[in-house]
């Protein structure tokens, strides 16, 4: 009938292209060609394959280097930022482990890195104890707002590569009143950094977020949404970034949702990047450092 049984051993085919009969589509003969050609490639040894590779997560990736800013705004558009004096801090991080682990601390051993790397066991918690050298910055005390991100847009004109999602909540393109001295949402870190790079600014480390907390209190306003950093991790295989801050939403039906409501300054959460339209959230904001 309309049924056809293959036997062949496994390992050996990558697909099977059924055709009624005799095809003699040229688009299909060029695709037989170019998977025979690339059936006959050597596959290098694992060592070598830099596609399964891991890297190190020791330190974070350098940022990217994101175009010059269109204009920037007048320094009382913006609010206001906190000062923090540079010099060596020591910083204490502890989470829960979940699935994925987490990075090494600073000068760890590669033999002591699965106790940091490793997913089990999932309800233990993972202690970083790190010491940096900060120089000196200024940080916004406030989370960037969805009226100075479309101030962003219309002086700017920036439109995002990947629009899936990107700022969602507006409905549109202009800001509701009601969300004008809300958080700005909806943003991945490329989003938050071409921001920042028109107010010749830029994301602040974990590190320099954690300073900022730990010094000014309460006059750094925080937990109304997670926080993007500039600390962003690439294994190899997949990139990742460590928020910062608490959120306003606190899902209560399971402790393995993602963390919610406010959050310690010491912790920290690890958040896999996979695609801009995936990675902007409604419970994701940011700030700006100088």
């Not at 930022?81 to 987490?102: D, K, S, W």
């Not at 006059?219 to 690439?234: I, K, L, M, P």
Request: neutral net charge; proline residues 12%.
């Amino acid at each position: 009938g309309t049924k056809l049984r293959l036997t062949m051993p496994p390992g050996r085919y990558g697909a099977i292209v059924a055709v009624r009969e005799k095809s003699d589509d040229p688009a299909l003969a060029r695709l037989l060609e170019q998977q025979q050609a690339e059936s006959r490639r050597p596959v290098p040894p694992v060592a070598d394959d830099p596609r399964v590779r891991a890297k190190p997560v020791l330190d974070p990736i350098s940022p990217p280097a994101v175009a010059a800013p269109v204009k920037c705004p007048k320094p009382d558009a913006r609010g206001p930022m906190l000062a923090i004096e540079g010099g060596p801090q020591e910083f204490t991080v502890r989470h829960a482990r979940r699935e994925c682990g987490c990075y090494p601390d600073p000068g760890t051993p590669p033999a002591e890195w699965p106790r940091f790397l490793t997913g089990e066991n999932f309800d233990e918690k993972i202690e970083h104890h790190v010491r940096v050298d900060l120089a000196a910055y200024e940080i916004d005390a406030r989370p960037v707002t969805n009226a100075q991100y479309e101030a962003f847009l219309k002086a700017s004109g920036y439109r995002p590569a990947s629009p899936e999602h990107f700022i969602e909540h507006w409905g549109g393109p202009e800001c509701p009143a009601g969300l004008r001295d809300e958080p700005v949402v909806y943003v991945d870190p490329d989003d938050a950094r071409a921001y920042a790079a028109w107010a010749g600014l830029r994301l602040p480390t974990e590190w320099q977020w954690h300073a900022a907390a730990r010094k000014h209190g309460e006059g750094f306003q925080r937990d109304a949404v997670h926080e993007w950093t500039e600390s962003v991790r690439d294994d190899g295989h997949t990139r990742f970034v460590m928020l910062r801050s608490g959120c306003r939403y606190d899902p209560k039906t399971s402790s393995w949702y993602f963390p919610g409501g406010p959050q310690p300054i010491d912790t920290h959460a690890k958040f896999l990047l996979m695609h801009p339209g995936l990675d902007r959230s409604a419970t994701i904001g940011f700030r700006c450092v100088k």
